[in-house]
């Protein structure tokens, strides 16, 4: 159920629902599963792992258009309109057509469970 559940957790980074997805009875379950390191390093794995294969799907799909693209271009295949959409694409990928700002930024969150804190109370 441990796997189950940091599985389910690194899809949808939250505690109760992936306690439930996991088949744990209690969503107070996610709470304590959060704070078992075996658990944690479940989780970690699972995040770089999603984190792997996004970056495998983006470049397949580049490769994909970059050969769409020289198929439209050739001599007997060709297809302007084709071809402008393909690179049209690729050039979303790296948001080449966009006025809005990328900010990119590391930091580090540390969530407080003020319930637990009430009870102790």
């Known amino acids: 159920k441990?796997?189950?559940?940091?599985?389910a957790y690194s899809?949808?980074?939250n505690a109760a629902d992936a306690a439930r997805q996991a088949g744990y009875k209690?969503?107070?379950?996610g709470s304590r599963l959060m704070q078992n390191?075996?658990?944690l390093e479940l989780i970690n794995l699972y995040c770089r792992l999603r984190t792997e294969q996004a970056e495998y799907d983006e470049k397949y799909i580049i490769q994909r258009l970059m050969h769409v693209v020289e198929v439209c271009t050739s001599e007997s295949k060709w297809n302007p309109t084709g071809?402008?959409?393909a690179l049209e694409l690729l050039g979303?990928?790296?948001a080449l057509f966009t006025d809005k700002s990328k900010v990119e930024s590391d930091i580090s969150i540390q969530l407080i469970d003020?319930?637990?804190?009430e009870k102790e109370s």
Do not use: C, G, I, P
């Open 26 to 29: 209690t969503h107070s379950e």
């Open 92 to 94: 979303k990928t790296k």
């Open 114 to 117: 003020s319930f637990d804190n």
């Open 83 to 85: 071809a402008n959409r």
């Open 37 to 39: 390191a075996d658990v």
């Open 2 to 7: 441990r796997v189950a559940f940091a599985r």
């Open 11 to 13: 899809q949808s980074l």
